[in-house]
């Protein structure tokens, strides 16, 4: 059992920066596979980053690439998601994945979800 808990999101002007962070109050996240989803209201849920076991098995979705960057701290039982160059586009409820499965996590049929922390970026 896998209890996930998001923060850090909130208002960020175009340009700007906002980092996120998906703890575990229950559960080991280093025995997981992460990721980062996104939705806006009436629309699906969008995949952003999956986050495997190797340092460098970090997956990004095209509109994102270069501009955000997922870790782990396994130290912190944490993962975050770094937010730069914002645009107002990215605006979302920005939601944490966990399974043991990485497909599972990449096709967003993850087994574990936080509760989402909004992103809001205005002009």
């Known amino acids: 059992q896998v209890q996930l808990v998001e923060s850090g999101g909130g208002l960020s002007q175009t340009g700007g920066s906002l980092r996120l962070s998906c703890t575990a109050s229950?559960?080991?996240?280093?025995?997981?596979?992460m990721g980062w989803f996104r939705q806006v209201p009436g629309n699906e849920r969008e995949f952003v980053v999956s986050v495997g076991w190797s340092p460098g098995n970090v997956f990004y979705a095209d509109f994102v690439k270069g501009r955000f960057t997922a870790s782990r701290d396994i130290a912190k039982n944490t993962v975050f998601l770094q937010m730069n160059g914002l645009k107002t586009e990215d605006t979302a409820v920005y939601y944490c994945?966990?399974?043991?499965?990485?497909?599972?996590?990449?096709?967003?049929?993850?087994?574990?979800w936080g509760q989402g922390t909004q992103v809001t970026v205005s002009s």
């Open positions: 994945a966990a399974d043991r499965s990485l497909t599972n996590v990449r096709i967003g049929a993850a087994m574990y």
């Open positions: 229950e559960g080991t996240l280093s025995n997981y596979a």
